[in-house]
């Protein structure tokens, strides 16, 4: 089996962008009460999208491709690993996403 990277400069920013964002977002819901789960999570929603874009090998080619990152595969991975992270990191630190000073 051979794992390649095709992902260029542009699709990179752009997972990382969107990781930093999820995780922000995240944070500012609910009752946080770890100051960095930001950077957890979007490490979480970060591993989430390149696996799933850049090694599965059966999604590299699923359109729309964006300077060869797997757009569909990258956000629903990246969705998935930083929700799954959120709800724990959230969990086993006490907070709560139902209460608090930002909660919806």
């Not at 962008?17 to 500012?28: K, P, T, Y």
């Not at 009752?31 to 960095?36: K, T």
């Not at 797997?70 to 996403?97: D, H, K, M, Q």
């Amino acid at each position: 089996m051979e794992l390649t990277y095709e992902m260029g400069i542009g699709g990179l920013a752009l997972v990382i962008a969107g990781s930093l964002v999820l995780g922000v977002v995240l944070q500012l819901i609910g009752d946080a009460r770890f100051g960095f789960e930001w950077i957890l999570t979007a490490l979480g929603a970060f591993a989430g999208a390149m696996i799933a874009s850049e090694l599965i090998v059966g999604l590299q080619e699923m359109e729309p491709v964006w300077d060869g990152l797997a757009l569909v595969p990258a956000l629903v991975g990246g969705l998935i690993g930083g929700i799954v992270v959120a709800f724990v990191v959230r969990f086993v630190t006490g907070g709560s996403y139902l209460h608090g000073p930002h909660a919806v």
